[in-house]
């Protein structure tokens, strides 16, 4: 009787401990978009985005308290609507995305801050550098895409410094600015 009760404890223990199941949510990159600003010249800012990235979360509440998140860049998607200038910042003087194909951000920690604000502790792996940068996340609503799948709005932002990634490093901050700020518009679905 003692060991058919440690075996009942036992299976109800392990039942009880099992992790909640998560929920994977993938970006619809058609509608979302990756965005950055830079002062050019101190008096006006550069704009642009990268056209191909893509963004899961793995979330095991609806909330995305403590997701993981996972952001990878094709680097030489870079797009500032200017041909000459998008092949200078892909080369060697900037990005040099042939030897840095991908822009990686990978989160270590969300935590919620109000309502629908998040705090995303995380490591950005840029240009051979990986550094720790916190993104602020704006969950912006909920819908249904026409299939019947949820849908979310996320709004990312942030700013970190060019040369802690040794990006542009020949560059005086007078013609560009250190300064470079992220936002990103991204629907996930589930």
């Known amino acids: 009787m003692k060991i058919l009760l440690f075996v009942l404890t036992l299976i109800s223990s392990l039942a009880f401990s099992q992790e909640q199941p998560s929920t994977l949510w993938s970006a619809d990159v058609a509608h979302s978009?990756?965005?950055?600003?830079v002062k050019h010249k101190a008096i006006s800012y550069t704009v642009g985005d990268f056209r191909d990235f893509d963004l899961s979360i793995n979330s095991a509440t609806d909330n995305f308290e403590n997701a993981e998140i996972k952001m990878v860049i094709k680097t030489a998607s870079i797009n500032t609507a200017n041909d000459s200038r998008d092949q200078h910042l892909?080369?060697?003087?900037?990005?040099?995305?042939?030897?840095?194909?991908?822009?990686?951000?990978?989160?270590?920690?969300?935590?919620?801050?109000?309502?629908?604000?998040?705090?995303?502790?995380?490591d950005l792996d840029l240009h051979g550098v990986t550094k720790e940068i916190t993104l602020s996340m704006t969950h912006n609503g909920t819908s249904k895409t026409r299939k019947g799948n949820e849908l979310v709005g996320l709004y990312f932002s942030t700013t970190f410094k060019r040369s802690d990634f040794l990006i542009g490093k020949d560059m005086p901050v007078t013609v560009v600015a250190d300064e470079i700020d992220l936002n990103a518009e991204i629907e996930i679905v589930k």
């Open 90 to 122: 892909r080369g060697s003087d900037f990005f040099d995305a042939e030897k840095y194909p991908e822009i990686i951000f990978k989160s270590k920690k969300v935590t919620k801050k109000k309502d629908n604000t998040y705090a995303v502790l995380g």
């Open 33 to 37: 978009n990756l965005g950055f600003k």
